[in-house]
Protein backbone atom coordinates (compact mmCIF):
# COMPACT_ATOMS: atom_id res chain seq x y z
CA UNK A 1 0.00 0.00 0.00
CA UNK A 2 1.05 3.78 -0.72
CA UNK A 3 2.43 5.85 2.26
CA UNK A 4 3.37 9.19 2.53
CA UNK A 5 5.99 10.63 5.17
CA UNK A 6 6.35 14.07 6.23
CA UNK A 7 9.17 16.03 7.92
CA UNK A 8 9.54 17.29 10.24
CA UNK A 9 6.31 17.31 12.78
CA UNK A 10 6.94 20.96 14.09
CA UNK A 11 9.28 23.31 13.40
CA UNK A 12 10.10 26.55 15.22
CA UNK A 13 12.64 28.88 13.05
CA UNK A 14 13.79 32.38 13.27
CA UNK A 15 13.70 35.07 10.91
CA UNK A 16 15.64 35.24 7.92
CA UNK A 17 16.64 31.67 8.56
CA UNK A 18 16.12 29.18 6.07
CA UNK A 19 13.82 26.16 5.50
CA UNK A 20 13.68 22.96 4.39
CA UNK A 21 10.39 20.65 4.42
CA UNK A 22 10.95 17.10 2.80
CA UNK A 23 8.21 14.51 1.64
CA UNK A 24 7.95 11.19 0.37
CA UNK A 25 5.48 8.94 -1.01
CA UNK A 26 6.15 4.76 -0.98
CA UNK A 27 4.39 2.03 -3.18
CA UNK A 28 3.93 3.67 -6.20
CA UNK A 29 5.75 5.65 -9.46
CA UNK A 30 5.69 8.56 -11.02
CA UNK A 31 2.77 10.36 -8.23
CA UNK A 32 1.63 14.34 -8.63
CA UNK A 33 2.90 16.11 -5.82
CA UNK A 34 2.00 18.87 -3.88
CA UNK A 35 2.37 21.12 -1.69
CA UNK A 36 -0.29 22.88 0.57
CA UNK A 37 -0.27 25.64 3.42
CA UNK A 38 -2.93 26.33 5.93
CA UNK A 39 -3.36 29.52 7.71
CA UNK A 40 -5.63 29.21 11.04
CA UNK A 41 -8.92 29.36 9.97
CA UNK A 42 -8.17 30.00 5.89
CA UNK A 43 -8.29 26.55 4.35
CA UNK A 44 -5.96 25.23 1.66
CA UNK A 45 -3.58 27.43 -0.52
CA UNK A 46 -1.80 25.07 -2.89
CA UNK A 47 1.93 26.49 -3.42
CA UNK A 48 3.27 24.23 -5.70
CA UNK A 49 2.62 20.86 -7.71
CA UNK A 50 4.32 18.50 -9.49
CA UNK A 51 3.26 16.09 -12.21
CA UNK A 52 7.35 14.66 -12.46
CA UNK A 53 10.46 15.31 -12.07
CA UNK A 54 12.66 18.59 -12.35
CA UNK A 55 8.34 19.59 -13.11
CA UNK A 56 7.22 22.24 -10.36
CA UNK A 57 4.76 24.86 -10.99
CA UNK A 58 4.08 27.61 -8.25
CA UNK A 59 0.56 28.54 -7.61
CA UNK A 60 1.77 31.86 -5.96
CA UNK A 61 4.28 34.16 -5.99
CA UNK A 62 5.95 33.67 -2.52
CA UNK A 63 9.38 33.27 -0.59
CA UNK A 64 9.10 29.71 -1.31
CA UNK A 65 10.35 27.01 -3.83
CA UNK A 66 10.02 23.57 -3.92
CA UNK A 67 12.17 21.08 -5.82
CA UNK A 68 11.74 17.25 -6.76
CA UNK A 69 14.80 15.50 -7.19
CA UNK A 70 13.64 11.95 -7.57
CA UNK A 71 10.45 10.26 -8.74
CA UNK A 72 8.78 10.16 -4.84
CA UNK A 73 10.69 13.36 -2.95
CA UNK A 74 9.44 16.69 -2.93
CA UNK A 75 11.09 19.39 -1.04
CA UNK A 76 10.18 22.73 -0.01
CA UNK A 77 12.21 24.94 0.54
CA UNK A 78 13.10 28.87 1.38
CA UNK A 79 16.28 31.20 1.88
CA UNK A 80 14.97 33.30 4.34
CA UNK A 81 12.04 32.82 6.48
CA UNK A 82 9.74 35.51 6.87
CA UNK A 83 7.06 35.64 9.52
CA UNK A 84 4.47 35.31 7.40
CA UNK A 85 6.01 32.00 6.59
CA UNK A 86 4.28 30.53 9.23
CA UNK A 87 1.71 27.96 8.93
CA UNK A 88 0.52 24.00 8.89
CA UNK A 89 2.01 22.72 5.61
CA UNK A 90 0.80 19.63 4.13
CA UNK A 91 2.05 17.93 1.15
CA UNK A 92 -0.11 15.15 -0.50
CA UNK A 93 0.18 12.97 -3.83
CA UNK A 94 -2.28 11.26 -6.28
CA UNK A 95 -1.89 9.07 -8.71
CA UNK A 96 -0.52 10.63 -12.10
CA UNK A 97 -3.19 9.87 -15.01
CA UNK A 98 -7.01 10.72 -13.40
CA UNK A 99 -7.88 14.44 -12.38
CA UNK A 100 -10.64 12.10 -10.66
CA UNK A 101 -7.75 10.25 -8.38
CA UNK A 102 -7.85 11.77 -4.76
CA UNK A 103 -5.00 13.29 -2.95
CA UNK A 104 -3.12 11.54 -0.25
CA UNK A 105 -2.30 13.33 2.60
CA UNK A 106 0.84 13.99 5.10
CA UNK A 107 0.08 13.94 8.66
CA UNK A 108 1.68 18.01 8.00
CA UNK A 109 4.51 20.46 9.54
CA UNK A 110 3.69 23.15 11.81
CA UNK A 111 6.05 26.26 11.22
CA UNK A 112 6.38 29.42 13.16
CA UNK A 113 8.82 31.80 12.79
CA UNK A 114 9.92 33.77 15.75
CA UNK B 1 -13.01 29.21 -13.16
CA UNK B 2 -14.25 26.60 -10.82
CA UNK B 3 -14.77 27.65 -7.19
CA UNK B 4 -16.43 25.64 -4.38
CA UNK B 5 -18.59 26.82 -1.44
CA UNK B 6 -19.03 25.90 1.77
CA UNK B 7 -21.99 27.31 3.81
CA UNK B 8 -21.16 27.81 7.39
CA UNK B 9 -17.46 28.18 8.66
CA UNK B 10 -19.57 26.43 12.06
CA UNK B 11 -21.78 23.93 12.78
CA UNK B 12 -23.17 22.87 16.00
CA UNK B 13 -25.16 19.66 16.39
CA UNK B 14 -25.85 17.67 19.30
CA UNK B 15 -24.52 13.86 19.51
CA UNK B 16 -26.93 11.00 17.95
CA UNK B 17 -28.78 14.51 15.80
CA UNK B 18 -28.25 14.56 11.76
CA UNK B 19 -25.20 16.14 10.77
CA UNK B 20 -25.06 18.15 7.45
CA UNK B 21 -22.56 20.00 5.77
CA UNK B 22 -23.28 21.69 2.55
CA UNK B 23 -20.82 22.26 -0.17
CA UNK B 24 -22.04 24.02 -3.48
CA UNK B 25 -19.98 23.97 -6.91
CA UNK B 26 -19.58 26.05 -9.91
CA UNK B 27 -18.75 24.22 -13.12
CA UNK B 28 -19.39 23.83 -16.51
CA UNK B 29 -18.72 20.32 -16.72
CA UNK B 30 -19.59 17.42 -14.25
CA UNK B 31 -17.03 17.55 -11.84
CA UNK B 32 -15.27 14.88 -9.93
CA UNK B 33 -16.10 16.14 -6.08
CA UNK B 34 -14.66 14.90 -2.55
CA UNK B 35 -15.01 15.29 1.17
CA UNK B 36 -12.43 15.33 3.45
CA UNK B 37 -11.93 15.19 7.55
CA UNK B 38 -8.96 16.73 9.43
CA UNK B 39 -8.68 16.13 12.82
CA UNK B 40 -6.52 18.91 15.10
CA UNK B 41 -2.78 18.58 13.98
CA UNK B 42 -3.42 16.21 11.44
CA UNK B 43 -3.56 16.15 7.43
CA UNK B 44 -7.10 15.77 5.41
CA UNK B 45 -8.49 11.73 5.17
CA UNK B 46 -10.85 10.96 2.40
CA UNK B 47 -14.08 10.17 3.63
CA UNK B 48 -15.66 9.96 0.05
CA UNK B 49 -15.62 11.15 -3.60
CA UNK B 50 -17.85 11.10 -6.22
CA UNK B 51 -16.84 10.34 -10.01
CA UNK B 52 -20.47 9.92 -12.15
CA UNK B 53 -21.00 6.44 -10.58
CA UNK B 54 -23.98 7.06 -9.04
CA UNK B 55 -25.17 10.33 -7.11
CA UNK B 56 -25.26 8.99 -4.00
CA UNK B 57 -22.00 8.17 -2.80
CA UNK B 58 -21.19 6.37 0.71
CA UNK B 59 -17.86 6.81 2.92
CA UNK B 60 -16.51 5.95 5.69
CA UNK B 61 -17.46 6.65 9.34
CA UNK B 62 -20.97 6.33 8.27
CA UNK B 63 -21.22 9.73 6.02
CA UNK B 64 -22.48 10.28 2.44
CA UNK B 65 -23.04 12.73 0.10
CA UNK B 66 -25.63 13.08 -2.33
CA UNK B 67 -24.62 14.41 -5.88
CA UNK B 68 -27.15 17.34 -6.93
CA UNK B 69 -26.95 18.32 -10.33
CA UNK B 70 -29.81 20.87 -10.80
CA UNK B 71 -28.62 22.31 -7.62
CA UNK B 72 -24.95 22.05 -8.11
CA UNK B 73 -24.30 20.75 -4.46
CA UNK B 74 -22.65 17.99 -2.86
CA UNK B 75 -24.16 17.81 0.81
CA UNK B 76 -22.44 15.88 3.21
CA UNK B 77 -24.43 13.94 6.34
CA UNK B 78 -24.53 10.88 9.04
CA UNK B 79 -27.62 9.94 10.29
CA UNK B 80 -26.12 10.14 13.96
CA UNK B 81 -23.31 12.32 15.09
CA UNK B 82 -21.00 11.05 17.45
CA UNK B 83 -18.61 12.96 19.77
CA UNK B 84 -15.39 11.58 17.36
CA UNK B 85 -16.85 13.52 14.20
CA UNK B 86 -15.90 16.90 15.97
CA UNK B 87 -13.11 17.82 13.49
CA UNK B 88 -13.04 20.54 10.40
CA UNK B 89 -14.53 19.31 6.50
CA UNK B 90 -13.79 20.22 3.31
CA UNK B 91 -15.07 19.76 0.03
CA UNK B 92 -12.98 19.89 -3.03
CA UNK B 93 -13.74 19.64 -6.86
CA UNK B 94 -11.32 18.54 -9.21
CA UNK B 95 -9.76 21.06 -11.74
CA UNK B 96 -10.87 19.87 -15.17
CA UNK B 97 -7.69 19.64 -17.64
CA UNK B 98 -5.58 20.06 -14.10
CA UNK B 99 -4.54 17.85 -11.60
CA UNK B 100 -5.28 20.23 -8.97
CA UNK B 101 -8.25 20.61 -6.50
CA UNK B 102 -10.02 23.66 -5.33
CA UNK B 103 -10.95 23.10 -1.76
CA UNK B 104 -13.88 25.01 -0.24
CA UNK B 105 -12.68 27.09 3.32
CA UNK B 106 -13.75 24.38 5.42
CA UNK B 107 -16.73 23.63 8.26
CA UNK B 108 -16.09 22.89 11.45
CA UNK B 109 -17.94 20.54 12.83
CA UNK B 110 -18.89 20.49 16.88
CA UNK B 111 -20.89 18.08 18.77
CA UNK B 112 -22.65 18.59 21.93
CA UNK B 113 -23.31 16.20 24.63
Known amino acids: SQTIHQWPATLVQPVGSPLSLECTVEGTSNPNLYWYRQAAGRGLQLLFYSVGIGQISSEVPQNLSASRPQDRQFILSSKKLLLSDSGFYLC?????????????FGDGTRLSIL | AQSVTQLGSHVSVSEGALVLLRCNYSSSVPPYLFWYVQYPNQGLQLLLK??????LVKGINGFEAEFKKSETSFHLTKPSAHMSDAAEYFCAVSDSGTYKYIFGTGTRLKVLA
Open chain 2, 50 to 55: YTSAAT
Open chain 1, 92 to 104: AWSEGVDSNQPQH
